[in-house]
């Protein structure tokens, strides 16, 4: 069966220092997303990409995030100078273009210390 | 951000017996529901999902409940089985331009006991 895959599966970054999550989407799919859930919390939105761009962000997506699909197959979520706050799992997921079901990836556990 | 819960941090069920898991939601631009499970260490599933239109949909063991006045839904496990065991999160979309926006609820740990 088809799955989205993650990786890495853990990153362990210095606050301030960049780290880029990366997620290979069904192959079949066009809608992109990237969720979060810290730890005790709820898995919150981040971001929807569609056709290159970005669909729908929340309030959590600032400057400080950015996503990609630099080619057919990848797509990449930046943070760009990171946050304790940002620690948390990271999910990637995707969607056929006519459906909302979203299926999800294993996630990316963020450690920033 | 309340827009879906999940009241019930835990349930715990025989093995053979029906499990029902429920969630509230306030946000009336909500069209589409769905259920996903996860385990540890995993990221979430999809089970099963309903669209607004409907009020009941089943998909073998699992069937959902969708009482739009209420703006209530519910997942029953018919029969559980251990392996059934893990978080259960209802999620809602609206339609428009966020399509596909999930928000999801707090979700439930169910155990469910041999």
């Known amino acids: 069966e088809p799955e989205v895959t993650q990786t890495p599966s853990h990153q362990v970054t210095q606050m301030g220092q960049e780290v880029i999550l990366r997620c290979v989407p069904i192959?079949?799919?066009?809608?992109f997303y990237w969720y979060r859930q810290i730890l005790g919390q709820k898995v919150e939105f981040l971001v929807s990409f569609y056709n290159n761009e970005i669909s729908e962000k929340s309030e959590i997506f600032d400057d400080q995030f950015s996503v990609e699909r630099p080619d057919g197959s990848n797509f990449t979520l930046k943070i760009r100078s990171t946050k304790l706050e940002d620690s948390a799992m990271y999910f990637c997921?995707?969607?056929?273009?006519?459906?909302?079901?979203?299926?999800f990836g294993q996630g990316t556990r963020l450690t920033v210390v | 951000d309340q827009q879906v819960k999940q009241n019930s941090p835990s349930l715990s069920v025989q093995e053979g017996r029906i499990s029902i898991l429920n969630c509230d939601y306030t946000n009336s631009m909500f069209d589409y529901f769905l259920w996903y499970k996860k385990y540890p260490a995993e990221g979430p599933t999809f089970l099963i999902s309903?669209?607004?239109?409907?009020d009941k949909n089943e998909d073998g063991r699992f069937t959902v409940f969708l009482n739009k006045s209420a703006k209530h839904l519910s997942l029953h496990i018919v029969p559980s089985q251990p392996g059934d065991s893990a978080v259960y999160f209802c999620a809602a979309t609206p339609g428009g331009t966020s399509y596909g926006k999930l928000t999801f609820g707090q979700g439930t740990i169910l155990t469910v006991h041999p």
């Open positions: 997921a995707s969607s056929t273009e006519r459906s909302r079901k979203a299926f």
């Open positions: 192959s079949n799919h066009l809608y």
């Open positions: 309903i669209s607004s239109i409907k």
